[in-house]
């Protein structure tokens, strides 16, 4: 028999812990989603977001960083009503240039060439999450604020899953995600191994502007330190993404503005002219993890909490994104059918249906950066020769492309019915 709900817990549908990137997304999707869905008989859903940060302001999902939306993740936003917003804060990658330094193999990248206006869209995380945390403030969104607030204690029944906060609330849900970070506290509640594969690399990021225009161009250049990838932004700045060996970072970190600047001229090169100014430098680890499993009893793993990646090919908030979409088409498919979101064979769709794509992804990023943060002399006459195979040989950089736009698979079905 199952146990009561006590009358101190408040009831939900669905909890989701981490109102970042991917726990936004989500919360604003589903319910977008089952309205379109529901010709007029108003379905929803009733979401709790705990969220650590008491403003976004704080929220360490929204800092200085940028993402580069692939044309994938574009058509993903059109289906959850959000690219007429995104558009306002996006700048479109026009062409991507990827070069190996010291060497004159290069290969690039055009949206021409896949039918498609842009190859990618770069966004800074700070206005797309105002973004997403203002459409979800609307009154009719379904959706109520625990901040700042954060799980104590989980508890899972046959029927429902129950979450203490910090706090001292108790809530109730069908099911509980958990979008809570590389670090994923429900991962750590619910005793879910990940595995975790240090690359001995740290990333340094930056806003820069140059004396000539990006116009719309970006940069992957392979650099004695490690992968340097340039990104267009808007008001004629571009960002930089800088992965070097972790022993290296904090001699580039402690360069004077005026040094940097000269040390990434030497590394780049003169493509966009001279480096003019810097913003704020930051540094954090890379590494890869990966929670052993996808679902719970009751519970779901997405975005960083599910698996954590290399930036080398910038595919960590398009493969979250793909993992927001499946569980939503998995979710308004139990809701349309009247059946428990949280049940198992739920679950073990969305964990079917992400398995491919997640494998792949990530044995891709990590191949990049095995041939191309290798300074060994044979790994680097045959990345050469494939870049150049590749310029010259259109078949050759399709699988990259492909990647790069997020066409792994086809779309979660989403469609409105």
Same mark, same amino acid.
């Given at each position: 028999?199952?146990?009561?709900?006590?009358?101190?817990?408040?009831?939900?549908?669905?909890?989701?812990?981490?109102?970042?990137?991917?726990?936004?997304?989500?919360?604003?999707? @589903?319910?977008?989603?089952?309205?379109?869905?529901?010709?007029?008989?108003?379905?929803?859903?009733?979401?709790?977001?705990?969220?650590?940060?008491?403003?976004?302001?704080?929220?360490?999902?929204?800092?200085?960083?940028?993402?580069?939306?692939?044309?994938?993740?574009?058509?993903?936003?059109?289906?959850?009503?959000?690219?007429?917003?995104?558009?306002?804060?996006?700048?479109?990658?026009?062409?991507?240039?990827?070069?190996?330094?010291?060497?004159?193999?290069?290969?690039?990248?055009?949206?021409?060439?896949?039918?498609?206006?842009?190859?990618?869209?770069?966004?800074?995380?700070?206005?797309?999450?105002?973004?997403?945390?203002?459409?979800?403030?609307?009154?009719?969104?379904?959706?109520?604020?625990?901040?700042?607030?954060?799980?104590?204690?989980?508890?899972?029944?046959?029927?429902?899953?129950?979450?203490?906060?910090?706090?001292?609330?108790?809530?109730?849900?069908?099911?509980?995600?958990?979008?809570?970070?590389?670090?994923?506290?429900?991962?750590?509640?619910?005793?879910?191994?990940?595995?975790?594969?240090?690359?001995?690399?740290?990333?340094?990021?930056?806003?820069?502007?140059?004396?000539?225009?990006?116009?719309?161009?970006?940069?992957?250049?392979?650099?004695?330190?490690?992968?340097?990838?340039?990104?267009?932004?808007?008001?004629?700045?571009?960002?930089?993404?800088?992965?070097?060996?972790?022993?290296?970072?904090?001699?580039?970190?402690?360069?004077?503005?005026?040094?940097?600047?000269?040390?990434?001229?030497?590394?780049?090169?003169?493509?966009?002219?001279?480096?003019?100014?810097?913003?704020?430098?930051?540094?954090?680890?890379? @590494?890869?993890?990966?929670?052993?499993?996808?679902?719970?009893?009751?519970?779901?793993?997405?975005?960083?909490?599910?698996?954590?990646?290399?930036?080398?090919?910038?595919?960590?908030?398009?493969?979250?994104?793909?993992?927001?979409?499946?569980?939503?088409?998995? @979710?308004?498919?139990?809701?349309?059918?009247?059946?428990?979101?949280?049940?198992?064979?739920?679950?073990?769709?969305?964990?079917?249906?992400?398995?491919?794509?997640?494998?792949?992804?990530?044995?891709?990023?990590?191949?990049?950066?095995? @041939?191309?943060?290798?300074?060994?002399?044979?790994?680097?006459?045959?990345?050469?020769?494939?870049?150049?195979?590749?310029?010259?040989?259109?078949?050759?950089?399709?699988?990259?492309?492909?990647?790069?736009?997020?066409?792994?698979?086809?779309?979660?079905?989403?469609?409105?019915?």
């Amino acid at each position: 028999m199952a146990e009561q709900i006590t009358e101190s817990h408040q009831q939900f549908d669905l909890i989701i812990n981490g109102g970042g990137m991917a726990g936004a997304t989500l919360a604003w999707g @589903i319910n977008y989603i089952l309205g379109a869905n529901s010709h007029g008989d108003k379905a929803q859903l009733k979401i709790a977001i705990i969220e650590a940060s008491p403003d976004d302001n704080s929220h360490p999902g929204f800092d200085a960083r940028v993402i580069a939306l692939s044309y994938g993740s574009r058509e993903i936003l059109e289906q959850l009503g959000l690219w007429h917003d995104y558009q306002g804060i996006a700048t479109p990658i026009t062409d991507i240039s990827v070069t190996d330094r010291g060497h004159f193999a290069q290969t690039s990248l055009n949206p021409t060439d896949y039918q498609v206006a842009a190859l990618g869209y770069v966004v800074e995380l700070e206005q797309s999450g105002r973004l997403l945390h203002q459409k979800l403030a609307q009154a009719n969104s379904g959706v109520t604020w625990f901040r700042p607030d954060s799980i104590k204690e989980l508890k899972q029944h046959q029927d429902r899953i129950d979450v203490t906060l910090a706090g001292g609330q108790c809530l109730s849900a069908k099911l509980l995600v958990a979008s809570d970070g590389g670090f994923s506290k429900v991962r750590q509640l619910l005793n879910v191994a990940s595995v975790q594969t240090h690359f001995n690399q740290s990333a340094i990021i930056a806003n820069i502007t140059t004396s000539q225009a990006h116009h719309g161009k970006a940069y992957e250049r392979f650099t004695d330190q490690g992968p340097l990838a340039l990104l267009p932004m808007n008001e004629g700045r571009s960002s930089l993404v800088w992965s070097m060996h972790t022993e290296n970072v904090d001699q580039i970190m402690a360069l004077s503005p005026t040094q940097f600047l000269a040390k990434l001229q030497d590394a780049f090169g003169y493509r966009l002219g001279m480096f003019e100014q810097t913003g704020q430098r930051v540094s954090y680890p890379l @590494i890869l993890t990966m929670a052993e499993q996808l679902t719970h009893h009751r519970s779901v793993f997405i975005g960083n909490a599910a698996q954590a990646l290399h930036p080398i090919a910038g595919q960590g908030f398009n493969l979250g994104l793909r993992d927001v979409a499946q569980l939503i088409s998995q @979710i308004s498919q139990a809701v349309t059918a009247q059946q428990d979101i949280g049940q198992f064979k739920v679950l073990d769709n969305y964990r079917q249906a992400r398995e491919t794509d997640r494998k792949q992804t990530v044995a891709a990023t990590s191949g990049l950066v095995s @041939i191309f943060s290798n300074n060994y002399w044979p790994m680097v006459v045959g990345r050469n020769i494939a870049l150049q195979l590749s310029h010259c040989i259109g078949p050759l950089k399709r699988p990259v492309a492909y990647q790069m736009l997020g066409w792994r698979e086809p779309l979660a079905t989403m469609h409105h019915t």
